[in-house]
């Protein structure tokens, strides 16, 4: 199983910037890809972004392009999400994932951070 903790959301204005962060721990070597989800009350949670452990190739959700920007260390085991020109619609929690096969869907990942809230005001 591998750990996931999240940390660097919060509170900011629209237009603004976080970057959020999460460090793998465990049985990191399953691992192939991580990155993020994120779900604001009563829709499911959404794809964000995805990075390949191997080779760094990022995804990216279409309404977050040009805007979010998902980098690793891998020799921390960490991945990171740039968050820039944040919009209101933003606003929800964001979740780190891992899991042995990258995808835009959650239920392949089977490692799940605690999730960390991101608020966006106008």
């Known amino acids: 199983q591998v750990q996931l903790v999240e940390s660097g959301g919060g509170l900011v204005q629209a237009g603004g910037s976080l970057r959020l962060s999460c460090t793998a721990s465990g049985r990191t070597v399953s691992t192939s890809a991580m990155g993020w989800f994120r779900q604001v009350p009563g829709k499911e949670r959404e794809f964000v972004s995805r990075i390949s452990w191997s080779s760094g190739y990022p995804y990216y959700a279409d309404f977050v392009k040009g805007r979010f920007t998902i980098s690793m260390d891998n020799a921390k085991n960490t991945v990171y999400l740039q968050m820039n020109d944040l919009k209101p619609e933003d606003t929800a929690v964001y979740y780190c994932?891992?899991?042995?096969?990258?995808?835009?869907?959650?239920?392949?990942?089977?490692?799940w951070g605690q999730g960390t809230q991101v608020t966006v005001s106008s």
């Open positions: 994932v891992a899991g042995k096969l990258g995808s835009r869907v959650a239920a392949h990942y089977d490692s």
